[in-house]
């Protein structure tokens, strides 16, 4: 996947980048907060399932007794990571579809948040949620389904973009070539993740949008559009 070049603020993809992978870090860091960030990281390897309220606590060095005082039960404390995760994703995404370019870059900028998570030996949290989906909690499950939703319902409005300024071209519903870039994406980081090599999944990722991406010189230019 290739960098768009032009139109962008200084610094924005990289901003977008830590809000959807970083974690809050440092001694000014919250219980709560440090105790989200190591979830959040056995999750994204282990997955949900992979781990106690016990390897949290020898993590940190703090007791059970503290984890419970602000996550009363494991499914809690689900449900706030996928809140947390959701939410930076999300406005990573805001500020990708308040740019002013064409829908093939804001799609490029889209996997590169994926791409991202895999450089850090990773996983999409809601992507490894999704693999436990029916052992979930019911708050975690709709909580996950809630994520993906909105996920789709950005694509769609990019893919709609797209397809009113010619620069892309799929066939059927937006929603639904919404759902296969979802669905193309969070298999390549699966199929990509016993391999170590996140340049599988660049190469997979970018061959999906090339799929999508009208040949440039099938493009309306400024004038045809100003019509």
């Known amino acids: 996947m290739s960098e768009r070049t032009g139109g962008s603020r200084p610094g924005g993809m990289r901003a977008r980048r830590a809000a959807a992978t970083t974690v809050s870090t440092g001694p000014a860091a919250s219980t709560a907060s440090r105790v989200l960030d190591a979830a959040e990281a056995l999750v994204q390897i282990r997955g949900f399932n992979g781990f106690s309220y016990a390897d949290i606590a020898a993590e940190l060095q703090i007791t059970k007794a503290s984890l419970h005082y602000h996550f009363a039960t494991k ?56 693999a436990e989906y029916p052992t979930l909690p019911a708050p975690m499950q709709t909580a996950v389904l809630g994520f993906f939703d909105a996920n789709e319902a950005w694509l769609e409005a990019v893919l709609e973009q797209g397809r009113q300024e010619g620069s892309l071209e799929f066939t ?19 199929v990509t993740r016993p391999y170590g090599d996140a340049a599988r999944f660049r190469v997979a990722a970018a061959s999906l949008l090339a799929s999508l991406t009208a040949p440039a010189t099938a493009r309306p230019g400024p004038g045809d559009l100003a019509g």
Do not use: H, N, Q, W
């Open 75 to 130: 499914a809690d404390l689900g449900e706030a990571l996928i809140t947390r995760y959701a939410t930076r994703f999300l406005e990573a995404l805001a500020e990708v579809g308040a740019d002013p370019v064409p829908a093939p870059a804001k799609l490029a900028d889209y996997a590169k948040l994926y791409a991202d998570v895999l450089t850090e030996r990773k996983m999409c949290l809601c992507g490894m949620l999704a």
């Open 172 to 190: 059927g519903r937006a929603r639904d070539a919404a759902r296969m870039i979802i669905s193309g994406l969070e298999g390549a980081m699966l």
